[in-house]
Protein backbone atom coordinates (compact mmCIF):
# COMPACT_ATOMS: atom_id res chain seq x y z
CA UNK A 1 0.00 0.00 0.00
CA UNK A 2 1.23 3.17 -0.74
CA UNK A 3 1.67 5.91 1.71
CA UNK A 4 2.95 9.28 1.64
CA UNK A 5 2.64 11.55 5.03
CA UNK A 6 3.30 15.35 4.47
CA UNK A 7 4.97 17.71 7.63
CA UNK A 8 6.38 20.99 7.92
CA UNK A 9 3.23 22.88 7.82
CA UNK A 10 3.18 26.13 10.46
CA UNK A 11 1.60 29.59 10.81
CA UNK A 12 3.95 31.77 9.26
CA UNK A 13 4.57 35.45 8.93
CA UNK A 14 4.11 36.99 5.15
CA UNK A 15 7.55 36.98 3.43
CA UNK A 16 9.22 33.80 5.80
CA UNK A 17 9.70 30.40 4.70
CA UNK A 18 9.00 27.38 4.83
CA UNK A 19 9.94 23.58 3.98
CA UNK A 20 7.48 21.11 4.04
CA UNK A 21 8.55 17.41 3.54
CA UNK A 22 6.77 14.37 1.66
CA UNK A 23 7.66 10.72 2.65
CA UNK A 24 6.89 7.95 0.42
CA UNK A 25 7.18 4.25 1.21
CA UNK A 26 5.07 1.33 -0.44
CA UNK A 27 6.28 1.95 -4.10
CA UNK A 28 10.00 2.95 -5.78
CA UNK A 29 9.74 6.45 -5.47
CA UNK A 30 12.36 7.12 -7.49
CA UNK A 31 10.29 5.79 -10.93
CA UNK A 32 7.83 8.29 -10.45
CA UNK A 33 7.26 12.35 -10.94
CA UNK A 34 5.29 13.81 -8.14
CA UNK A 35 3.34 17.03 -7.57
CA UNK A 36 2.56 19.18 -4.65
CA UNK A 37 -0.91 20.27 -4.76
CA UNK A 38 -2.76 23.77 -2.88
CA UNK A 39 -6.01 23.54 -1.40
CA UNK A 40 -7.41 27.01 -0.23
CA UNK A 41 -10.54 27.21 1.99
CA UNK A 42 -13.63 26.40 0.08
CA UNK A 43 -11.11 26.12 -2.78
CA UNK A 44 -10.84 23.60 -4.93
CA UNK A 45 -6.98 21.81 -5.11
CA UNK A 46 -4.41 23.24 -7.51
CA UNK A 47 -0.96 22.23 -8.70
CA UNK A 48 1.72 24.00 -7.52
CA UNK A 49 4.87 22.03 -8.79
CA UNK A 50 6.02 18.73 -10.07
CA UNK A 51 9.10 16.97 -10.16
CA UNK A 52 10.37 14.42 -12.88
CA UNK A 53 11.55 11.18 -11.36
CA UNK A 54 15.35 11.85 -11.27
CA UNK A 55 14.75 15.25 -10.48
CA UNK A 56 15.87 17.38 -13.28
CA UNK A 57 12.83 18.54 -14.64
CA UNK A 58 10.21 21.01 -12.46
CA UNK A 59 7.57 22.85 -13.33
CA UNK A 60 5.76 25.35 -11.14
CA UNK A 61 2.09 27.65 -11.09
CA UNK A 62 3.06 30.87 -12.32
CA UNK A 63 1.62 32.47 -8.77
CA UNK A 64 4.55 30.75 -6.91
CA UNK A 65 7.50 30.77 -9.67
CA UNK A 66 10.56 31.98 -8.13
CA UNK A 67 9.06 31.53 -4.96
CA UNK A 68 8.99 27.76 -4.41
CA UNK A 69 11.69 25.58 -4.84
CA UNK A 70 10.68 21.83 -5.30
CA UNK A 71 13.40 18.87 -4.93
CA UNK A 72 13.31 15.13 -4.29
CA UNK A 73 15.79 13.19 -2.45
CA UNK A 74 15.13 9.91 -3.77
CA UNK A 75 17.65 7.83 -1.45
CA UNK A 76 15.65 9.13 1.32
CA UNK A 77 12.25 8.36 -0.60
CA UNK A 78 11.17 11.81 -0.10
CA UNK A 79 9.96 14.81 -1.67
CA UNK A 80 10.42 18.74 -0.16
CA UNK A 81 8.54 22.06 -1.27
CA UNK A 82 11.08 25.03 -0.28
CA UNK A 83 8.36 28.07 0.11
CA UNK A 84 10.30 31.29 0.37
CA UNK A 85 8.49 35.04 0.40
CA UNK A 86 5.25 33.31 1.48
CA UNK A 87 1.84 35.44 1.20
CA UNK A 88 -1.26 35.09 2.36
CA UNK A 89 -2.44 33.62 -0.40
CA UNK A 90 -0.41 30.96 0.21
CA UNK A 91 -2.47 29.73 3.05
CA UNK A 92 -4.20 25.68 3.08
CA UNK A 93 -3.34 22.81 3.15
CA UNK A 94 -0.67 21.24 0.75
CA UNK A 95 -0.92 17.62 -0.13
CA UNK A 96 1.96 15.81 -2.51
CA UNK A 97 0.48 13.23 -4.37
CA UNK A 98 2.33 10.58 -7.20
CA UNK A 99 2.20 11.19 -11.05
CA UNK A 100 -0.02 8.16 -12.32
CA UNK A 101 -0.52 6.89 -16.34
CA UNK A 102 1.41 6.45 -18.89
CA UNK A 103 3.71 9.34 -18.63
CA UNK A 104 4.21 8.28 -15.39
CA UNK A 105 8.17 9.15 -14.70
CA UNK A 106 7.63 13.52 -16.33
CA UNK A 107 5.86 16.13 -15.97
CA UNK A 108 3.71 17.69 -18.32
CA UNK A 109 3.89 21.68 -16.72
CA UNK A 110 1.84 22.49 -13.91
CA UNK A 111 0.72 19.35 -11.96
CA UNK A 112 -3.20 18.63 -12.90
CA UNK A 113 -4.68 16.50 -9.79
CA UNK A 114 -6.70 13.90 -12.07
CA UNK A 115 -3.35 12.69 -13.45
CA UNK A 116 -1.74 12.44 -9.97
CA UNK A 117 -3.26 9.43 -7.01
CA UNK A 118 -2.07 8.06 -3.54
CA UNK A 119 -2.51 11.39 -1.69
CA UNK A 120 -1.45 12.35 1.64
CA UNK A 121 -3.32 13.87 4.33
CA UNK A 122 -2.13 17.07 3.62
CA UNK A 123 -0.25 19.72 5.69
CA UNK A 124 -1.53 23.09 7.14
CA UNK A 125 0.29 26.44 6.30
CA UNK A 126 -1.09 29.62 7.72
CA UNK A 127 0.50 32.59 6.22
CA UNK A 128 -0.75 35.98 8.52
CA UNK A 129 -0.24 39.53 7.16
Known amino acids: EVQLVESGGALVQAGESLTLSCTAS????????MGWFHQAPGQERDGVSC????????SYKSTVKGRFTTTRDNAKNTLYLRMDNLKPEDTGMYYCAVKKGSAWRYCAGVPYSGHFGDWGQGTQVTVSS
Open 51 to 58: ISWTGDIT
Open 26 to 33: GLHFGDYA
